[in-house]
């Protein structure tokens, strides 16, 4: 049987991790194998990949996307791209940009200009909702306009508008997802969700920004794999597929939810000045992908929390040290 070989760019952070674990599982598709090219910055975590290190189908690359020695070396040798580095903190990036912008932008570049050379099948670049910038109502399609607020969304829309570029210009099979926000377990604890529950159960106060009023939409990880999955085996060339998980909440709901799951009160929570240029709501509409590609999201918030919840409740092991280590 011939394998599909794909690079996974970014494949030892929260989703690209998840992304491999779930192709080489035993529930994954059993003719690829899995090369993960990552630069293990402060959110990579070589921990992350130990469930599939011993199988004869992975192999992990430690580099820089902006490398282009090394990554014109592995295109070559791949069927297929499936790109998930990036920076991706918005708060960092309002401190500062450059980095965001090299990695974002020119890494996403690079990995371009290698498949223009050796033209891989499928080049599927990960995206996020916040491209769009904020919307009062309604959710928005992939045909509305880019119209991103951070230095963050402003990177990855332009990394999305490159890879789209290659596609009409050169003919490269590049296909773009834009998820909503992701939680779940293995999340390096400086976002919300898991910043939230491992100070929680250390018994600190959880920082709220403004009026907590900022509404989101939540996605489990399970269902993103789910949707960049059925992108790369059925998505089209050119296209752009969001990628929602249905749970729109205000940060303040999820604030009380996350109270509750970790059996604290209102007293742990510190309103904080509102983060610059904060947009108000994201909301996606996810019915090209469902129609198209048959994807909806399976995992329940509230059993998807309470998964979230206890897995950080058993692996202090694996969050403690990142803490440390970033003065979180």
Not at 237 to 242: I, R
Request: charged share 25%; hydrophobic share 35%; aromatic share 8%.
């Amino acid at each position: 049987m011939t394998s599909t070989r794909i690079l996974v760019t970014g494949g030892a952070g929260f989703i690209g991790s998840h992304y491999v674990r779930t192709l080489l599982g035993p529930d994954g598709p059993a003719d690829v194998t899995v090369t993960v090219l990552d630069k293990l910055t402060y959110a990579g975590n070589p921990a992350n990949l130990d469930p599939v290190r011993g199988s004869g189908r992975f192999r992990f690359v430690r580099g820089d996307i902006c490398d282009a020695e090394l990554v014109d070396a592995l295109v070559a040798e791949h069927d297929e791209v499936v790109h998930f580095a990036a920076e991706s903190h918005v708060d960092r990036s309002i401190q500062g940009a450059a980095e965001f912008v090299r990695t974002n932008v020119a890494g996403t570049q690079t990995l371009l200009d290698a498949a223009l050379r050796h033209a891989p099948d499928v080049f599927v670049h990960i995206s996020t909702d916040e491209v769009y910038g904020s919307i009062p109502s309604g959710s928005w399609p992939e045909t509305d306009p880019l119209q991103p607020n951070s230095p963050y969304s402003a990177a990855k829309a332009s990394s999305d508008l490159i890879a789209l570029a290659y596609h009409r210009t050169h003919g490269l099979d590049v296909r773009v997802t834009r998820s909503s926000n992701n939680y779940g377990h293995h999340q390096f604890p400086e976002k919300v969700v898991p910043l939230f529950i491992t100070n929680l159960l250390d018994g600190e106060k959880v920082p709220l920004y403004g009026d907590g009023g900022n509404v989101r939409d939540w996605l489990h990880i399970d269902d993103h794999v789910q949707g960049v999955e059925l992108v790369r085996t059925a998505g089209r060339a050119g296209e752009v597929y969001n990628i929602g998980g249905g749970t729109e909440l205000s940060n303040k709901e999820l604030t009380d939810l996350l109270l509750t799951a970790c059996d604290a009160g209102w007293d742990s929570v510190e309103y904080v000045t509102d983060r610059k240029g904060h947009d108000r709501r994201y909301s996606v509409d996810c019915t090209k992908i469902g129609v198209e590609l048959g994807y909806r999201p399976r995992k329940d918030f509230a059993t998807g929390l309470a998964e979230t919840v206890q897995w950080y409740r058993d692996h202090r092991h694996w969050w403690e040290p990142l803490k440390q280590r970033g003065g979180i």
